[in-house]
């Protein structure tokens, strides 16, 4: 049994999981707090300071915990850069500008296309195995994403306002698949707090300097946001981002980008229940379908490589 089965099979692998399950739980929140931002704020001020947050929660944590910050090489600088980029920046403008034009609960639902696409990527760019059970189980995750998508019937497929939300949020599932893919040797090399650390400042930099550009950052914004509105963005930069940034990646360490990936099955579950008790959100029997079949095929997607992992203790 070689060094990835042993860290697979171990018992103290549970904590991880655990984590992983209390990540995509906050990340379900994470929805219904951008839905009750969406409209107050610009997408881009309101990703900026979600982020600002993050960035102060982190650097708080490691000042206390006296943990000093590496120095990366000039490589590893730049594929910091691409992390921030892709997993802070772009997923978070489509985040907040999708949710302007569709609810919590729809947009969870096609995020949870994520495990599918970081699959077949997985396959494509990496050459893990991609059998006939994890091929059935991407194609009922696109099915699945295919029925929520269309689940508006008339408005998507004419391309309004919700069929440009879907799109947006299907551009979160784009930007996270490259933040889990490629930080593979960055976490290895700095560690999961360092990468995450140092992705979440840069792409906070990139956020501040393009809102500041486009003239969005107003102190009279800031002002009349509510109490709600202001623990809403405490949730997302300090648990849905700082917390839960650190938890995913130390997941992605240990158990890789796969089998971490499966725990965004959550996600859906809670944003379908928050969005219900706090937005009034409703679920069509369409949406229900789809979120069905997505859960079903990362059920097969994740299915196969369990047994083969039993298979290799014995």
């Known amino acids: 049994m070689n060094t990835v089965d042993q860290t697979c099979a171990a018992p103290s692998d549970r904590p991880v999981y655990y984590k992983l399950a209390a990540v995509t739980m906050i990340w379900g929140g994470t929805f219904v707090a951008g839905r009750l931002l969406a409209g107050t704020l610009e997408p881009l001020l309101a990703a900026s300071l979600r982020f600002l947050l993050a960035s102060l929660a982190l650097l708080l944590f490691m000042a206390l915990a006296r943990i000093a910050p590496v120095r990366p090489s000039l490589k590893q600088f730049g594929q910091l850069a691409v992390l921030g980029f892709f997993g802070i920046f772009f997923y978070n403008l489509c985040f907040f500008q999708g949710l302007e034009s569709i609810n919590a609960s729809r947009a969870s639902l096609i995020v949870a296309l994520n495990p ?18 994890k091929l059935f189980g991407i194609a009922l995750c696109l099915g699945g994403a295919g029925v929520v998508i269309l689940s508006r019937d008339s408005e998507a497929l004419a391309g309004g306002p919700g069929s440009r939300g879907d799109l947006l949020i299907f551009g979160c599932v784009l930007g996270w698949g490259v933040y889990s893919l490629f930080s593979r040797n960055l976490n290895q090399a700095l560690g999961s707090l360092q990468t995450v650390t140092y992705s979440i400042l840069l792409g906070t930099l990139m956020l501040w300097s393009t809102a500041a550009l486009r003239g969005e950052v107003r102190l009279e914004a800031l002002s009349a946001l509510s109490l709600e509105q202001g623990l809403s963005l405490l949730y997302l930069g300090v648990l849905g981002s700082a917390l839960a940034y650190i938890w995913y990646y130390d997941g992605l360490g240990k158990i890789g980008a796969t089998r971490s990936g499966v725990f965004i099955a959550l996600n859906p579950l809670t944003a379908v229940i928050l969005g219900a008790l706090l937005l009034d959100e ?33």
């Open 116 to 133: 599918a696409v970081i699959a077949l990527a997985s396959w494509a760019l990496f050459k893990e195995r991609l059998n006939g059970a």
């Open 282 to 314: 409703r679920l069509s029997l369409a949406m229900c379908l789809g979120g069905v079949l997505i859960l079903w095929g990362i059920y097969q997607c994740n299915k196969p490589l369990a047994s083969l992992e039993k298979k290799r203790i014995l």
